[in-house]
């Protein structure tokens, strides 16, 4: 799998900084959904439903069942949690304990690398 943008050695790429006003707009076009609402869009009943292993390329059902560009943007979110981990989600979601637009896409990361996705996204 390719991130948009990659952190090296603690510095950023250009690819990065050209990068940063695509994974801004994650939160407007296809971000977060709910707006104010605390109501998840899509019901997370099981959570192992919606585990990924992005280094292995491997993605939920429930997410390759989306529209392209629903996934394109858990696909650029994803590899790029150094840079989104700073962009506020303003879309309301913080009331959820959101702080970020990461947040909007990861909802866990697991320590054998595998991720729970955040269904916010979802539409």
Request: hydrophobic share 40%; charged share 15%.
């Amino acid at each position: 799998m390719r991130g948009i943008a990659r952190w090296e050695q603690g510095r950023v790429t250009r690819r990065a900084v050209l990068a940063v006003p695509l994974l801004a707009g994650l939160a407007t076009f296809g971000g977060c959904s709910r707006g104010g609402d605390s109501s998840p869009s899509i019901p997370t009943p099981n959570t192992d439903a919606f585990v990924a292993w992005p280094e292995k390329n491997i993605w939920p059902q429930a997410l390759l069942e989306m529209p392209e560009a629903v996934q394109a943007n858990y696909y650029a979110a994803v590899p790029n949690k150094a840079l989104l981990q700073w962009i506020p989600c303003y879309c309301g979601c913080y009331a959820t304990g959101h702080t970020s637009v990461y947040d909007c896409y990861v909802e866990e990361e697991r320590p054998d690398g595998s991720i729970v996705i955040d269904t916010m996204s979802f539409g």
